[in-house]
């Protein structure tokens, strides 16, 4: 079983940028895909960005596209969400989850859930 913790939240204006990672307390990410997912206030949760176990395949939302990165570091058993040109839109709680698809997509399945962490833009 693996556990993911997110961090890296935090409040910036607009236009600024932040990183988020996500690691794993317990297991190893580096054979699964993982995705990255937002939850605004009174809103579905939404797909961001998933990233091949390999880190060789990336895939985005239209809404994030050519502002958001995602990265890994299997080394270091983590996954990164570099955000930048953010708008008070992106505010929500970001999670990340684990999948085992070759190609991660927003209809993926994804097991494993981290606890999120909070991202607020101020305008």
């Known amino acids: 079983q693996v556990q993911l913790v997110e961090s890296g939240g935090g409040l910036v204006q607009a236009g600024g940028s932040l990183r988020l990672s996500c690691a794993a307390s317990?297991?190893?990410?580096?054979?699964?895909?993982m995705g990255w997912f937002r939850q605004a206030p009174g809103l579905e949760r939404e797909f961001v960005a998933a990233?091949?176990?390999?880190?060789?395949?990336?895939n985005y939302a239209n809404s994030v596209k050519g502002r958001f990165t995602v990265s890994r570091d299997n080394a270091k058993n983590t996954v990164y969400l570099q955000m930048s040109s953010l708008t008070p839109e992106d505010t929500a709680v970001y999670y990340c989850?684990?999948?085992?698809?070759?190609?991660?997509?927003?209809?993926?399945?994804?097991?494993?859930w981290g606890q999120g962490t909070e991202v607020t833009v101020s305008s």
């Open positions: 989850a684990t999948s085992y698809d070759l190609y991660p997509n927003p209809h993926s399945r994804y097991d494993y």
């Open positions: 990233i091949r176990w390999s880190g060789d395949y990336t």
């Open positions: 317990r297991g190893t990410l580096s054979t699964y895909a």
